[in-house]
Structure formats: C-alpha cells, structure tokens
C-alpha cells in the first residue's frame, strides 16, 4: 500500500540521446553532461495508495528529465499522471514544467487534467458546519424512505457527498525580474475548468441532497480565471528546502467578459519558512502562512480553492487541513498556519538510486469565514489538525509523504495520505 516500498523497486532509467546504453548509464551514473549536451532520464512509480477522501487507490507517475544547457535539476520534466480510487475518483494529468523555458529565464507550466468525483464532500458552508449522520437520517425519512431499505441507506450514504466531472487546463508562466539571492519572479497565469454536475450515468447532483438543496441545478459552467502576482524565492532547494524562504502574492478574477459563468474576484498571499535546525541528521522546521479572500459569487468548487501557484482546496484535505475531510470548511475567507518538524535519518542507494528515509510532526490551523458581512460561523473559531508522518526523498528530485493526522474538528477518524510531494 506504501508507495515507499514501490519505489525501492523502480529504477530510473537514464537514456543519453547521444546513444549510451540505459543499462550501463543505472549502473554508473554519468556525471552532469556539458552545457551544449541534451540528456534524457526517467522516473516512474507505480502508485496504491490510500487516504479518507478518495479511498484506495492506484495508477502511476511517470516523468522524463530532459537536461540541457546546464541548467539544474533539469531543463523541461514531463509528467504522466493516472489515478483512480476505490470511491470512483479519477485524477489524470499530463504536465510540462521547464526552466529557462525557451532561453528565457525563468518557469514555466503547462497542465492538462481530467478530475471526476462520485464522493466529494460537501456540508454546507461556514466554520461550523456539522455533516451530522442525524440529519441525513432525519431528511430521508422526511422524503418517504423506509428504514433498512437499500433505498434508504443509499441517500443517507450519499446526503452530504457531491458528483462531478471537471476537465481543466494549468498555464503559469514566471518570468525572472532578478535572480537569488532573493530571486523575484513575475506570475501570469490562467486557470480553466469545465464544471459538468453529476456522472456519465446521470448528469445532476444527488436528488435532494446537501448539496442540492443549495444548488439544485450542481452549478454547471466554466471557470475562467487569469491570475497576476509575484513571487520572492530564496530557498536552497525545491524538494526537501533547509533553509530561506517562499512568498508568493497574486490577485485572480473570473468574468463572463473572459469566458467564465460565474463573476468574482481573489486576492491571495502565503510565506513559508525554512529554518535548519541540525545537519546530521537534517533536522528542519517549516513553516507555512497563508490568507485568501474572495469577493462576489463564485462556485463552490472555486470558492473551496486557494490562488497563486497551486489551487489547493481548504480547509480539510491532504494539503490545508489534514486530518479533516476534504472540502469540509468552505468559505470565501480564509487563514491558514502550518509547522512542521522534517528530519531526514538515514541514506541508502538501491540499483544506483539514493533513497533518504525520514520523519516529521506538523500541525495545520485554519480559520475560515463564508462571507465578509456572513460569516456563517463563529468568528473566533479555529481548526485544526495534528499529525506524524513517513518522508522519502529519491535522488533529492521527487519526495513522497505518507501522513496520518487527526483533528478535534473532524469524527470520522484519523485522515491519512500516501502522496507524491511536500505539503509544502
């Protein structure tokens, strides 16, 4: 179930484009090749995986390295995404990072996504929603079902769960105002979703569920948002960062001028922190602080999303908020802290790849309002969540995290993940 014990089975397989033998390249890594040299190599990881909000699942990542012009770790990564769950989630995407795209310096991003859900989540709206079963209970027998009956059962399972199909597309491009220390970066990018309710079978929300109740029509439409911003990067490293620091502010708007259904505007800002703690082991502590608002009227899926660089939903979820379930807390108003203590214990390599085994503790607390003049909720409320986790670093280039976390603000249990990349 581990995606840790995957990838001590699964080589990378470096590929010269000059016409080595990829056999002979695992064997004895070849040094970083000269400037004017294009070379090839590939990570792949079968992945089964289990977390509360998707239940177990499996596909893969696959990802080509293309290294070229000196530029480190890689010039341009592609990579495959396939995933499908035991709750009939489907995530599968396809994506292009480069650095120095096109000699220019700076990033890029190109993604392309399909992501489909029978088992959303969705309670309502605010800091105090309470997904109680009683309720479900209390609705399907008010609707005329009888108790036991497999009808019965059905719609109390599905009250508080949403269905969806969402293609989407990813454009970010950051072009470099100055280079590190304290490297400054423009944001400009576009984010695109296609909003479809229901499944291939029935193209609707559930009947008379949570979710319909508040929008009986599961909101069709497409998402628009073109996005501005800047960003502050000085950290060490990207994948496993020891010390400096992360900020990134930008500004979003949605608007039917630019194609989308919906009218509303965001604001987002986030800082995170890394402070080296010991060298051996690598004792880091990491720190994340992060605000977003909305104002006008967007849907729920855009109303559960943070801006910038990625649109992570929160509060609850494998990235804001574990512990909770995912697209627990919604609201326009968002405040999030996060800590966690990484300590990286021991090194190995398997068939030429090094593997870096460690641990951490981390916390994530979440304030979160529905509206400026609504709050939906109690205005001094926090969230929150607590957990310990397994870290794996491969090649210092791809990390995966296995977290188990619990949370005062959330009955169903402790929430786990088995994920590819830091939280943070």
């Known amino acids: 179930m581990i995606v840790a014990a995957l990838l001590a089975c699964v080589a990378a397989q470096p590929l010269d484009a000059a016409g080595g033998s990829p056999g002979d390249a695992a064997a004895a890594p070849a040094a970083r090749p000269s400037p004017a040299e294009h070379r090839f190599s590939f990570a792949g990881?079968?992945?089964?995986?289990?977390?509360?909000?998707?239940?177990?699942?499996?596909?893969?990542?696959?990802?080509?390295?293309?290294?070229?012009g000196g530029v480190a770790?890689?010039?341009d990564a592609f990579t495959l995404n396939v995933f499908i769950s035991s709750k009939l989630v489907q995530a599968h995407a396809i994506t292009w990072d480069a650095l120095r795209p096109f000699d220019i310096p700076g990033r890029a991003l190109v993604k392309l996504g399909y992501y489909s859900t029978v088992s959303q989540n969705y309670c309502g709206v605010g800091n105090e929603v309470t997904c109680a079963p009683g309720d479900a209970v209390a609705r399907a027998r008010a609707l005329g079902f009888a108790d036991g009956t497999a009808a019965f059962e059905d719609f109390v399972r599905r009250y508080y769960l949403m269905r969806f199909i969402r293609p989407y597309a990813t454009l970010l491009a950051r072009p470099w105002l100055r280079d590190k220390p304290w490297r400054t970066e423009l944001l400009v990018g576009w984010r695109g979703a296609l909003t479809i309710p229901g499944e291939l079978a029935a193209l609707a929300p559930y009947p008379d569920n949570r979710f319909a109740e508040d929008h009986p029509d599961g909101e069709p439409g497409f998402s628009s948002v073109p996005t501005l911003g800047l960003i502050v990067d000085d950290r060490d490293a990207e994948t496993f960062p020891t010390r400096g620091f992360f900020f990134e502010a930008s500004g979003r708007a949605a608007h039917p001028w630019w194609g989308g259904t919906w009218t509303w505007a965001g604001a987002n800002a986030s800082g995170s922190f890394f402070v080296e703690m010991e060298r051996a082991p690598r004792l880091v502590l990491a720190t994340r602080f992060l605000a977003d608002v909305i104002v006008g009227e967007p849907s729920v899926e855009?109303?559960?999303r943070i801006g910038g660089t990625n649109d992570w939903i929160a509060f609850g979820g494998h990235v804001l908020g574990r512990?909770?379930?995912e697209h627990r807390y919604l609201g326009k108003l968002k405040v999030i802290g996060q800590a966690e203590l990484r300590a990286q214990l021991y090194r190995h390599d398997v068939w030429g790849e090094q593997l870096d085994h460690g641990v951490a503790v981390f916390s994530d607390?979440?304030?979160?309002?529905?509206?400026v003049a609504d709050l939906r909720g109690r205005a001094v409320k926090l969230l929150g969540g607590v957990g310990i986790s397994y870290r794996l670093l491969w090649n210092e280039t791809f990390s995966v995290r296995a977290d188990l976390a619990v949370s005062p603000d959330e009955a169903e249990g402790p929430g786990f993940y088995v994920i590819v990349g830091q939280a943070f």
């Open 302 to 304: 855009e109303m559960a």
């Open 323 to 325: 512990g909770v379930r």
């Open 73 to 75: 770790p890689y010039r």
């Open 365 to 371: 607390v979440g304030w979160i309002g529905y509206d």
């Open 45 to 68: 990881v079968p992945t089964a995986t289990f977390n509360t909000d998707e239940g177990f699942g499996t596909g893969g990542v696959g990802t080509m390295y293309h290294q070229h």
